[in-house]
């Protein structure tokens, strides 16, 4: 049965209230089962598996992939078999939602520990306690929240935004229940097909893995250039590529990271990649301006063109739409006041009413005690966020892009005025806003597909709120067995954090000011700052038809080469597949009609086992 939906018309010209009834008489499935205990604990367990991708992801590219329709299909597919088997019965639409508020809950909760919290580290050169960490992600997470659902009544039930990755998984869904059953188990069978292939190649990569396994020679590379260099090596303006970081790497893991990206993105860091490690890399290295060979070396000066470039290329995007900033604002006053026909299943306003003032200030005693920020500074952040979370969840209604960077590197600007030279109150405060916004931002994703299907919102804020706790629960203590309270393998090949590093550099130029950075690359930050206020241009004027984007090809710049040309090769590869296959295929049905089912699969298969490696080498395998 297709979704209904209220017509433009009717969204332009009806009341809240009629909105409202029309919900309740026509999409509301009543007392459906929802938020019940197989739902919570399903996802809870996906959810917890699905944050540690995403925080492999993260660590690598400092992006953060929604997991949400990945939970649905796998959470679909296991209680479908356990039906045919006898051994319980299918989940209902609903229950399936709420599974994927948890999980998808979950998964975000990992954006702390990618940026802000491992930037600090780097600053102060000591690990944060994980005892600060947990209540720290926690109350961010909940104080999103708080944030979101006041607004939810305007921008989901008033202004019916798409959200369009909520829409997308309400839509999955309703296709995977409305149907018998064989498109969702053919989904989970991708899925299980690219998790298993990418699994087994990170395994196989892993020469101490397999060495253990008495199995040398089952071993491949973990980079496929060491077959060249048996024979040769291949040299740049005389320097070795190995030493430019120039590298073909075999995991699959960034491949189908790509593949979700799309074409733009793709391209974008292969030109970012192409030019700072084929072009500007060998020729700071030959004037001696880069210290010494490797990642590292380089990105410690390559990071402050593409960090220039990120900034002005996210910040110009934002400000280039004032309607956007505006429309945020319009209406908050309530021109739809009338009777609440919905007050019965939605959350209570008090409770956002009671809770952001005492979460808020419990954000503010933490950051004072835990990250030494002045109490008025930490006050002024909590109005701050407040803002900003109109805007991003406006920006995330109608584009799916949260500005979390944007929003973050503003407040890094605002408290680079308010405590100049103060790097860990900059940061701390950054990491507030930007983590409170993803948070509300998520949260009014998750409940787009419920608003879609019938279900009751309060059910789906309990379930946000498990989530938030079941992925703090798990990441925290999986992160810090990665590292095991050594900083300085934050930048390192194991651990490159190129988001952490990006708000390191903004706080230290802060800090310091420009004196600080060496001339040839002061030069190359306004080569970068005009290049990214140069690329958003094009892309305004041209309706975003340009084929780079400026945070794409900054990010080349934090991010390893193997990784940038894995990420570009799986973009161009599935790019390439839609356009050759042809439809009614096998070929078209697993990589254009389920692309992102097996890039999921691809991501969590290796991103897991690749997690299991990174633990292993740090605390055994030494």
Request: glycine share 12%; proline share 5%; with cysteine.
């Amino acid at each position: 049965m297709a979704i209904q939906q209220l017509s433009e018309e009717q969204v332009r010209t009806w009341t809240l209230e009629q909105k409202d009834r029309w919900w309740l008489e026509n999409i509301y499935r009543g007392d459906m089962p929802q938020l019940t205990l197989r739902s919570a604990l399903t996802g809870v367990v996906l959810g917890m598996v699905l944050a540690l991708t995403n925080l492999y992801v993260g660590i690598r590219t400092g992006w953060t992939l929604g997991v949400g329709i990945t939970s649905v299909i796998l959470a679909f597919a296991a209680f479908k078999l356990l039906a045919r088997s006898g051994l319980g019965k299918d989940l209902t639409i609903l229950e399936n939602n709420a599974m994927q508020s948890i999980a998808t809950s979950a998964g975000y909760m990992t954006s702390p520990l990618v940026a802000s919290l491992p930037a600090y580290m780097l600053v102060t050169g000591k690990p944060i306690p994980a005892w600060y960490v947990v209540p720290w992600i926690i109350c961010l997470g909940i104080l999103g929240a708080l944030f979101a659902f006041p607004l939810k009544k305007r921008f989901i039930n008033d202004e019916q935004l798409p959200f369009p990755e909520g829409y997308a998984a309400g839509v999955v869904m309703n296709d995977l229940h409305e149907a018998k059953g064989e498109e969702g188990l053919y989904k989970a069978r991708v899925l299980g097909l690219g998790a298993g292939i990418s699994a087994l190649v990170q395994l196989l990569r892993s020469e101490k893995v397999m060495h253990l396994l008495r199995a040398p020679f089952a071993n491949i590379p973990e980079y496929w250039d060491d077959l060249v260099y048996k024979l040769v090596t291949p040299r740049l303006a005389g320097i070795p590529l190995q030493d430019l970081n120039i590298r073909v790497d075999s995991s699959l893991v960034m491949f189908g990271t790509g593949g979700l990206m799309g074409v733009k993105a793709g391209a974008s860091l292969l030109i970012g990649g192409l030019v700072n490690y084929f072009v500007l890399a060998p020729w700071m290295m030959k004037q001696g301006f880069i210290a010494g060979p490797g990642f590292r070396n380089i990105t410690k000066w390559s990071l402050w063109w593409g960090v220039a470039m990120m900034t002005t290329a996210s910040l110009f995007s934002f400000f280039s739409k004032p309607e956007l900033i505006v429309s945020s604002f319009r209406g908050m006053t309530g021109r739809n006041k009338g009777a609440d026909v919905l007050e019965h299943i939605e959350l209570p306003l008090r409770v956002s009413a009671w809770g952001i003032p005492v979460v808020g200030g419990l954000v503010v005693v933490m950051g004072h005690y835990f990250f030494g920020v002045t109490w008025w500074l930490g006050v002024i952040a909590i109005p701050m966020v407040f803002v900003f979370s109109i805007i991003a969840v406006n920006s995330t209604g109608l584009t799916s892009t949260t500005p979390g960077g944007a929003m973050g590197k503003l407040t890094q600007l605002t408290y680079g005025a308010l405590a100049p030279g103060n790097m860990t109150t900059n940061l701390a405060t950054a990491g507030i806003t930007s983590d409170v916004v993803l948070s509300a931002s998520n949260l009014l994703m998750d409940i787009k597909p419920g608003y879609m299907l019938g279900a009751k919102p309060r059910q789906q804020a309990v379930g946000h709120v498990i989530g938030i706790f079941a992925g703090a629960a798990i990441v925290v203590p999986v992160f810090y067995l990665m590292f095991r309270g050594d900083v300085s393998l934050f930048t390192s090949d194991l651990m490159p954090m190129p988001a952490a590093q990006v708000w390191k550099a903004v706080a230290e130029l802060l800090a310091k000011g420009f004196s600080s950075v060496h001339p040839t690359a002061r030069w190359a930050m306004l080569l970068g700052a005009i290049l990214g206020i140069l690329m958003e241009w094009a892309n305004l004027r041209m309706k975003g038809r340009f084929p780079l984007s400026g945070v794409g090809v900054g990010l080349a710049t934090v991010v390893q080469f193997p990784d940038a040309l894995s990420m570009s090769t799986g973009a161009l590869f599935f790019w390439f597949m839609g356009r050759r296959l042809k439809q009614g295929g096998g070929g078209h049905k697993v990589f254009v009609e389920n692309r992102e089912t097996l890039c999921a699969g691809i991501i969590a298969g290796g991103a897991l086992i690749g997690i299991i490696l990174i633990v292993l080498e740090t605390m055994v395998l030494k």
